[in-house]
């Protein structure tokens, strides 16, 4: 008998649900979060944490920190300086990772695998269901490299790098002194040391170009969009590579 009551209690407690539309299936983007999950708790928590705060159990062991994912901000982007990525951009990293960070590679993944996981990781910030994404900048036809434009890109370094990232592209600029010069989460950063050559983004014309349009969010490295013309990106670009090793 108890049990007849509990069956038309739960049928009765169903029914106006399935009514109501509320039983229909879940649209897809959740059901790419719901898959992303496990993945997520597989691969990625113990150093982005549970809630995808960047405090998983081993973040404390590793520097630069693991990202905290609630607030939407992501450094590497194809999008313009305060937008939200694509989410190409973020499977970009995670299937590339983040060279001489501990971020691993994860490209032994399937493409779906990838897919869910990016949904998973969005879903942290509200963000992604209120804004629009940001569209990816455009990035000109790369002009020959030629001494009049190395000499105006490394005029431009000393007026607009140099601060940060020192006279010599040493990463030892005057600013960025330790206390003080940290990213939007209060870790210390450092501008990187461009002799050594350690770049995550790429060392080609358009992995530099992009750099220097877009700014790297969250940390002190700027967008120069606004103060800078196409053509003198350019001449910097070209300046930083003769820098790198
Ligand atoms: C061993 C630690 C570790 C693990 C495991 C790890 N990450 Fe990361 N991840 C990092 C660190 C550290 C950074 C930040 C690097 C930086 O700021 O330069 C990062 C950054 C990121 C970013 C942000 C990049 C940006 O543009 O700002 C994404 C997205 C990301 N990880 C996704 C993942 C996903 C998804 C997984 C699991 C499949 C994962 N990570 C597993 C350490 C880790
Ligand atoms: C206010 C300080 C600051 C200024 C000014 C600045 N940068 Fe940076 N830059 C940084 C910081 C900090 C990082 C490292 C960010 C991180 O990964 O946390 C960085 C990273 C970089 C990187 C590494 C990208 C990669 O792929 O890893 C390059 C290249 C670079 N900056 C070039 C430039 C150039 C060229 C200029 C001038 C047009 C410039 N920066 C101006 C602070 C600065």
């Not at 590339?96 to 998973?120: C, F, H, I, K």
């Amino acid at each position: 008998m108890r049990s007849d009551i509990l069956v038309l209690g739960l049928a009765l407690a169903l029914a106006p649900r399935a009514l109501s539309g509320e039983g229909k299936p879940a649209p897809p983007r959740a059901a790419a979060v719901a898959w992303g999950k496990s993945d997520y708790e597989r691969f990625c928590v113990s150093c982005h944490g549970e809630r995808g705060d960047g405090r998983g159990p081993s973040a404390r062991w590793v520097d630069p920190k693991p990202r905290d994912f609630t607030e939407g901000i992501y450094k590497w982007r194809s999008t313009p300086t305060g937008t939200l990525p694509t989410d190409a951009d973020l499977a970009r990293t995670i299937v590339r990772g983040l060279s001489y960070t501990s971020m691993p590679r994860w490209n032994g993944l399937l493409d779906e695998q990838v897919a869910d996981l990016v949904a998973y990781v969005e879903h942290f910030s509200p963000r992604f269901s209120t804004e629009p994404r940001g569209t990816p900048i455009d990035v000109p036809a790369e002009p020959p490299v030629s001494p009049a434009a190395l000499a105006e890109g490394r005029k431009l370094y000393g007026v607009a790098c140099a601060s940060c990232h020192g006279a010599n592209g040493r990463g030892d600029g005057e600013s960025a002194k330790w206390p003080g010069f940290s990213d939007e989460w209060g870790h210390r950063v450092r501008p990187r040391d461009l002799t050594a050559g350690h770049l995550q983004g790429g060392r080609t014309g358009r992995d530099l170009y992009r750099l220097l349009v877009t700014g790297l969010d969250g940390t002190p490295m700027p967008s120069y969009a606004a103060a800078l013309t196409p053509e003198q990106v350019w001449s910097v670009v070209h300046y930083v590579q003769s820098l790198l090793p």
